[in-house]
């Protein structure tokens, strides 16, 4: 069964420093998304991402957060300089246009970011 | 209480016996859905209801909506040891793909063997 698939599993990083998480959502869906869990809490939306442009964006994706699909596969999420509350676990997910499912978001096993 | 609370919290419960998850939200939606994650892993859809459903079946799982409440129960009937993980509710307040999805804050189910 296809999979929404993300790496690194776990990414480890300085204050300050840049991340790149990459997802390879499943490859027939058209819509992406980023959300993240930080531990204990529930999980929050970030962005939407369609057609190559944000579709819609939380408080939590400021100008620190940028997202971008490099090729056909990939999909991204960068944070310019991280802080220490962006630790979290980061899921991307995707979906697609059909009538039946299309409410249907299929989340990645996440990456784990954890800013020291 | 926030879009999509759910409760109880946590949840004990022995291999066999019925488990019963309530979820509560406050603006209006187009569908509700429940997911199941495993500690450390992804979210997995388990079954969505629209906002004209009432009751939803799918397999040991049954899912009512009382919008007029602004609520949802997701009930796994003879549970299972495998069943041990948290539960969410995720509201989408539209019809249109693309949307976010704003979840509760889960149940964490314990199956005991």
């Known amino acids: 069964e296809p999979e929404v698939t993300q790496t690194p599993s776990h990414q480890v990083t300085q204050m300050g420093q840049e991340v790149i998480l990459r997802c390879v959502p499943i490859?027939?869906?058209?819509?992406f998304y980023w959300y993240r869990q930080i531990l204990g809490q529930k999980v929050e939306f970030l962005v939407s991402?369609?057609?190559?442009?944000?579709?819609?964006k939380s408080e939590i994706f400021d100008d620190q957060f940028s997202v971008e699909r490099p090729d056909g596969s990939n999909f991204t999420l960068k944070i310019r300089s991280t802080k220490l509350e962006d630790s979290a676990m980061y899921f991307c997910?995707?979906?697609?246009?059909?009538?039946?499912?299309?409410?249907?978001?299929?989340f990645g096993a996440g990456t784990r970011l954890s800013v020291l | 209480s926030q879009q999509g609370e759910e409760d109880p919290q946590a949840l004990s419960i022995q291999e066999g016996e019925n488990a019963t998850m309530n979820c509560s939200y406050k603006?209006?939606?187009?569908?509700l859905q429940w997911y199941r994650q495993n500690s450390g892993r992804g979210l997995v859809h388990l079954i969505l209801?629209?906002?004209?459903?009432r009751e939803k079946h799918s397999g040991r799982l049954r899912v009512t909506l009382d919008t007029s409440k602004k609520s949802s129960s997701l009930l796994i009937t003879a549970s299972r040891a495998a069943d041990t993980a948290s539960y969410f509710c995720?509201?989408?307040?539209?019809?249109?793909?693309?949307?976010?999805?704003?979840f509760g804050g889960g149940t964490r189910l314990m199956v005991k063997p």
């Open positions: 490859s027939n869906h058209l819509y």
């Open positions: 603006t209006s939606i187009n569908n």
């Open positions: 209801i629209r906002s004209n459903e």
């Open positions: 995720a509201t989408d307040k539209s019809n249109n793909a693309g949307n976010m999805l704003t």
């Open positions: 997910a995707s979906s697609n246009r059909d009538s039946s499912a299309k409410n249907i978001q299929y």
């Open positions: 991402f369609y057609n190559n442009e944000i579709s819609e």
